[in-house]
């Protein structure tokens, strides 16, 4: 029995050795991607003096209870679709061997670590840039996006077009709620996408997308367009403040009502002006991440399946009025944010045609992936 466990160790190890290549080769062209993004990080910020701006481990205190409680999220998850929509007859032993077979495997558990790992790197150099975007490039934008709201809507402001329709307090901090929901909504889509094993093209394409997006978009573009928002108008122009009429509103709102905005916003304030790189700050409005990240969400629901193509496009629709109601962003960063989005979606799946791993693995209509 000895002789064949000994014979069966070498086996077993070269079989993990070819599993743990297979995940590092379809995580290849991530890979690729985020050492570029890496070495743009150590590159821009000395153009400028700014070395001391990067940090890579932004997030690893927060990760450990990130984690948690989105393994516990997941779990839930996964019992509630399983009970809800396929409902078996043996409800245990259909979980047991979703477990084994599925999430309990070196492909998934390992490209889960790898891709969590990797995504926590790249929202580190992501804020670390963010912080450094005044400095390179100090807002300059603003009173152009402002002049650009007013011609596409008519010489009004976008926020007093909306204010009418949704300017009643319980409607405020449904929107809010929904605003500050869509931290929770990125981290559980990012951690059921590292986890899943269903589709590997369509994952590859988010994560490729979320990559593209937040650098080239939330970087890049938001370096280009250097702007601070509404919330900050009169601060970054020295100009009288257009946006008082709505602020006078949202602060009568939060006396009674949940609408941490304000708040956050004279935090990001006070963190821009102390210049320090710490985790979830900088100030940025042009492109909007919240609604170029809720429409990537949009694009991958769509793929997997109608129901939840339906949900994630009312998520993105609230956030959209949410970042001109709320007072962070004009419209157009939001109407940017989408036309710059899309065509990076489109650009993921272009390079993953490229590659032979995944050339073959057509994209999947709603109806099948359901």
């Not at 070498?10 to 743990?20: F, G, H, M, N, Y």
């Not at 949940?258 to 900088?282: C, D, F, H, I, K």
């Not at 193509?309 to 993105?316: A, N, P, R, V, Y």
């Amino acid at each position: 029995m000895a002789f064949i466990q000994s014979l069966s160790r070498p086996v077993l190890t070269s079989r993990l050795a070819a599993e743990l290549r297979l995940v590092l080769r379809r995580h290849a062209l991530f890979l690729a991607g985020l050492a570029l993004f890496l070495a743009a990080g150590q590159i821009v910020p000395r153009l400028y003096g700014l070395e001391d701006y990067i940090r890579l481990s932004l997030y690893r205190d927060a990760l450990p209870a990130m984690l948690i409680l989105y393994l516990i999220c997941f779990v839930l998850g996964h019992l509630l679709f399983v009970m809800l929509v396929k409902r078996p007859k043996r409800l245990i032993a259909h979980l047991a061997r979703d477990y084994r077979e599925r999430f309990l495997t070196v492909e998934c558990l390992a490209g889960a670590a790898l891709m969590i790992l990797m995504v926590t790197v790249m929202f580190s150099v992501f804020t670390s840039f963010k912080v450094m975007i005044p400095l390179i490039q100090p807002f300059a934008w603003d009173q152009a996006f402002l002049e650009w709201d007013l011609a596409l809507h008519g010489g009004v402001a976008p926020w007093e077009l909306l204010q009418p329709v949704i300017g009643f307090p319980a409607v405020t901090e449904v929107i809010s709620f929904n605003y500050q929901f869509w931290i929770l909504v990125l981290n559980a889509i990012l951690f059921w996408q590292a986890f899943s094993t269903a589709d590997p093209r369509l994952r590859m394409q988010f994560f490729l997308s979320t990559l593209l997006v937040w650098s080239l978009v939330g970087n890049l573009a938001a370096t280009l367009l250097s702007s601070a928002g509404p919330c900050y108008y009169p601060l970054v122009t020295g100009q009288p403040d257009p946006y008082l009429p709505l602020f006078d509103y949202l602060r009568m709102v939060g006396q009674d009502h949940y609408l941490p905005q304000l708040g956050l916003q004279a935090m990001l304030w006070e963190g821009y002006q102390s210049g320090e790189v710490e985790l979830a700050r900088g100030i940025s409005a042009m492109p909007s991440m919240h609604v170029a990240s809720a429409f990537l969400f949009l694009l991958l629901g769509w793929r997997v399946n109608r129901w939840l193509g339906w949900l994630l496009t009312g998520f993105f629709l609230l956030v959209l009025i949410g970042s001109v109601h709320l007072g962070w962003h004009y419209a157009v960063d939001g109407y940017l944010a989408v036309a710059l989005t899309w065509p990076l979606w489109w650009l993921a799946g272009r390079l993953l045609d490229l590659d032979p791993l995944f050339r073959e693995a057509k994209p999947q209509e709603p109806a099948a992936a359901a």
